[in-house]
C-alpha cells in the first residue's frame, strides 16, 4: 500500500488531513454520546416520576370498590302512615262553630268544635269533653273558659276518616256570664252586650282552631 511519502520520506499533508480528520470524527462522536447520555431523549421535561409513585396516584384516583360480602347500606326512611295511627297535629284541623253569627237578648250561644283529618290515612284522637277547651274573649281579655266549671268531663277515642269533618254531636250553651274556677257556685256577672262582640276559640287535644268564630250579643 501507497503511504505516499515525499522525497525525503516523511508523509504527504494530504495524509496528515487525513489523520486529523479520523481524530476529529472519533471526538466528535464520543462529544455526541455524551450528550445523548445526559439529555435522555423521550423523556419529558421534568423528572420521571417513579413507578411505584404513579401506582399509587392511580390507585388514590381510582373509585373504590365496595366488598361484596359486606351487608347492603340501609338508609332510614320516615316511617308510612297507617289506618290507626294516632292523629299528628299537622294532619287535623279544628274548627269554632257557633249555631248563629248574631244573638238577641236573652238568646245564648251553642258552642260546638268541627274536626277534619287532612291527611291520607285514617287516625286516631282523644275528641272527648275533657280533651276539649273552648275560650270566649273579646277583644284582648278573656270572659270565658269552659274547663273553669267543666262537670264530669271524659275522654273519648275518635277514628278520623281522611277529608270526613266531626262535629260535636251536643252543643256547650253559654250563658253569656264570666267564668271563673271559684264561681261555679251561684250567680255570675253577665258580660256586655248591645252588639258587644265575641270571639270563639277552641282547642281539642292541643291542636287549636287556626281562626276564631266572632259573633255579636244584644
Not at 21 to 45: C, D, E, F, H, T
Request: net charge negative; aromatic share 4%.
Amino acid at each position: 500500500m501507497s503511504t505516499n511519502r515525499t522525497p525525503d520520506g516523511r508523509l504527504s499533508p494530504a495524509v496528515y488531513r487525513r489523520r486529523r480528520l479520523v481524530v476529529l470524527l472519533g471526538l466528535i462522536a464520543v462529544i455526541v454520546a455524551i450528550v445523548l447520555i445526559i439529555v435522555r431523549p423521550g423523556a419529558s421535561s421534568g423528572e420521571e416520576q417513579p413507578k411505584d409513585a404513579a401506582s399509587a396516584s392511580d390507585s388514590k384516583d381510582a373509585p373504590e370498590t365496595s366488598d361484596p360480602s359486606a351487608p347492603p347500606t340501609v338508609i332510614p326512611t320516615e316511617a308510612v302512615a297507617v289506618d290507626g295511627d294516632a292523629c299528628k297535629p299537622a294532619q287535623v284541623t279544628v274548627e269554632a262553630v257557633t249555631d248563629k253569627t248574631e244573638y238577641a237578648a236573652g238568646e245564648n250561644p251553642n258552642l260546638s268544635v268541627t274536626i277534619t283529618n287532612t291527611g291520607k290515612n285514617t287516625c286516631v284522637l282523644n275528641a272527648g269533653s275533657a280533651a276539649q277547651v273552648f275560650t270566649i274573649k273579646s277583644g284582648d281579655e278573656q270572659y270565658w273558659t269552659s274547663t273553669d266549671c267543666a262537670v264530669d268531663p271524659v275522654d273519648a277515642e275518635v277514628a278520623l276518616a281522611p277529608n270526613t269533618p266531626v262535629s260535636s254531636s251536643v252543643p256547650i250553651i253559654w250563658d253569656r256570664t264570666r267564668s271563673a274556677p271559684d264561681t261555679c257556685e251561684g250567680a255570675r256577672e253577665a258580660v256586655p252586650a248591645g252588639g258587644a262582640s265575641y270571639h270563639l276559640s277552641v282547642t281539642v287535644s292541643g291542636i287549636e282552631s287556626a281562626e276564631t268564630k266572632q259573633f255579636l250579643l244584644y
